[in-house]
């Protein structure tokens, strides 16, 4: 049985940073691309960040680029998602997803996902 599941999230004020971690159980994860997802009341889901297997690639969404950090240890079966300059607009639930993946590239759809965890509030106040 494939878990996945995310830790780091809490109330933060604008400017501050946060770690998340997304520990996988039930597949290895050095064979999987993995990505972060966050929804806020009211909208759909949107990409944040997703990395291939190796770590060697990763890609972002504009609205994070350069403040977030997508990253991973296949040792712990960890992905991570280091979060810096948080603003408001990035208050929502941030959820991690894997997928069999061998290549460089790392998807950004959602729907191309097939394990997700339940999810960590992030909320950052101005």
């Known amino acids: 049985q494939v878990q996945l599941v995310e830790s780091g999230g809490g109330l933060v004020q604008a400017g501050g940073s946060l770690r998340l971690s997304c520990v996988v159980s039930g597949h290895t994860l050095s064979t999987y691309a993995a990505g972060w997802f966050r929804q806020a009341p009211g909208k759909e889901r949107e990409f944040v960040a997703s990395?291939?297997?190796?770590?060697?690639?990763?890609f972002y969404a504009d609205s994070v680029k350069g403040r977030f950090t997508i990253s991973r240890d296949n040792a712990k079966n960890t992905v991570y998602l280091q979060m810096n300059g948080l603003k408001p607009e990035d208050t929502a639930v941030y959820s991690c997803?894997?997928?069999?993946?061998?290549?460089?590239?790392?998807?950004?759809?959602?729907?191309?996902?097939?394990?997700w965890g339940q999810g960590t509030q992030v909320t950052v106040s101005s």
């Open positions: 997803a894997s997928k069999p993946a061998w290549t460089a590239w790392a998807p950004r759809g959602a729907t191309e996902y097939d394990y």
């Open positions: 990395i291939n297997w190796s770590g060697g690639s990763a």
